[in-house]
């Protein structure tokens, strides 16, 4: 009877212990179950980590790409502004040196052209065109038809002066 008792608690025993292994299995099994959802988790985390990895490098290619064509841009404009500089002082200095003969030349023809009713003309910056009288200043705007018809063909007489090279003839065209 002893050894069956013995045997009762050790049996007993060894089933307790196989509860407690059949509970801490069933845990660790949990517990499995839990780390794989974490270790999927993590993995699709990681891949949405890579994936924003590679855009951002791509961002930050066309970054690159961006400044290199702002640098680029910047020059062409400091490049154009020099070139806008350099035009506008040309034309000034061409305008000051062609507009002074151009008015000269085109005010002796319009003097000839209206029989001295206007004493010359006056071309400015801006183009605005005035007539003088001996008496007074008139703009353009306020002269006939005729006159102004005479006035642009004086203006288009001395620009080809200007442009005709001495001894050279220049075809002369005329039509209604």
Do not use: W
Not at 23 to 42: C, V
Not at 83 to 102: C, E, K, V
Not at 151 to 160: E, T
């Amino acid at each position: 009877i002893s050894e069956l008792l013995r045997l009762e608690r050790a049996v007993y025993q060894s089933e307790n212990a196989l509860k407690r292994l059949t509970d801490e299995a069933e845990q660790l099994q949990s517990r499995e179950a839990e780390l794989s959802k974490e270790i999927e988790t993590g993995q699709r985390l990681q891949r949405e980590l890579e994936q924003k990895l590679e855009r951002l490098s791509t961002c930050r290619s066309e970054a690159e790409g961006l400044k290199h064509a702002l640098t680029e841009n910047e020059r062409i404009q400091d490049a154009l502004d020099l070139a806008q500089d350099t035009l506008n002082r040309l034309s000034s200095t061409i305008r000051d040196s062609f507009g002074l003969y151009l008015n000269k030349t085109a005010s002796e023809l319009i003097a000839g052209i209206t029989g001295g009713i206007y004493t010359s003309m006056s071309i400015d910056q801006d183009l605005n065109i005035f007539m003088n009288t001996p008496s007074h200043l008139v703009p353009v705007e306020q002269v006939s038809s005729g006159t102004m018809d005479q006035i642009y063909l004086a203006v288009r007489l001395a620009a080809a002066k200007l442009v005709q090279t001495e001894g050279e003839q220049m075809p002369l065209i005329f039509d209604d």
